[in-house]
Antibody, heavy 115, light 112 residues
Framework: EVQLVESGGGLVQPGRSLKLSCVAS????????MNWIRQAPGKGLEWVAY????????YYAETVKGRFTISRDNAKNTLYLQMTSLRSEDTALYYC????????WGQGVMVTVSS | DVVLTQTPVSLLISLGGQASISCRSS???????????LHWYLQKPGQSPQLLIY???NRFSGIPDRFSGSGSGTDFTLKISRVEPEDLGDYYC?????????FGGGTKLELK
């Protein structure tokens, strides 16, 4: 069974940093591209970043480019999102999801940016 | 960036009825490899989104045949026939042909 479990969220002050993790199981993680998607409270879905299976290809939404870094450790079956210079508008539930089709999603982890 | 315009914003349907949701793209979603990466998701209240339809018309594993997708180029439709209580929630289209990936604004399906 494919499982994606996010962690690392919490309350953080504006301007500070936070690193999210997504641990994968039930499939060969190193064979699949992965994504981060977020959803602000009461709002729709926003794609954040993508990383290919071997980390050769990385793409970001303009809203996070230069502040967020997506990475992965295939030996640990783990996807990461390093978030710096956080803003109030980054407050959201952050999901990881697999493949271009986003076929499997985690349960999400909440990030709240507030002073 | 590709803009996906999803209509209607909300839909009131009776149990057993049929729902239709449109997703129109600001540019063609045909990839250079010939595939069209337009997908549909349902987000039930309090849950993560789940994939219903991938690449326009392919039902994902475990999705009943009451759900069907169609369309091409820039114009796509999700149809739900014989609506059941578990179909209620927010529906989104997503394009993964181009970067950045973009979602439609969502359609809330509610019972009449």
């Amino acid at each position: 069974e494919v499982q994606l479990v996010e962690s690392g969220g919490g309350l953080v002050q504006p301007g500070r940093s936070l690193k999210l993790s997504c641990v994968a199981s039930g499939f060969t993680f190193s064979n699949y591209g992965m994504n981060w998607i977020r959803q602000a409270p009461g709002k729709g879905l926003e794609w954040v970043a993508y990383i290919s299976s071997g980390s050769s290809y990385i793409y970001y939404a303009e809203t996070v480019k230069g502040r967020f870094t997506i990475s992965r450790d295939n030996a640990k079956n783990t996807l990461y999102l390093q978030m710096t210079s956080l803003r109030s508008e980054d407050t959201a539930l952050y999901y990881c999801a697999r493949r271009w089709e986003l076929d499997y999603w985690g349960q999400g982890v909440m990030v709240t940016v507030s002073s | 960036d590709v803009v996906l315009t999803q209509t209607p914003v909300s839909l009131l349907i009776s149990l057993g009825g049929q729902a239709s949701i449109s997703c129109r793209s600001s540019q063609s979603l045909v990839h250079s490899n010939g595939n069209t990466y337009l997908h549909w998701y349902l987000q039930k209240p309090g849950q993560s989104p789940q994939l219903l339809i991938y690449q326009v018309s392919n039902r994902f594993s475990g999705i009943p045949d009451r759900f069907s997708g169609s369309g091409s180029g820039t114009d796509f439709t999700l149809k739900i026939s014989r609506v059941e209580p578990e179909d209620l929630g927010d529906y989104y289209c997503l394009q993964s042909t181009h970067f950045p990936r973009t979602f439609g604004g969502g359609t809330k399906l509610e019972l009449k």
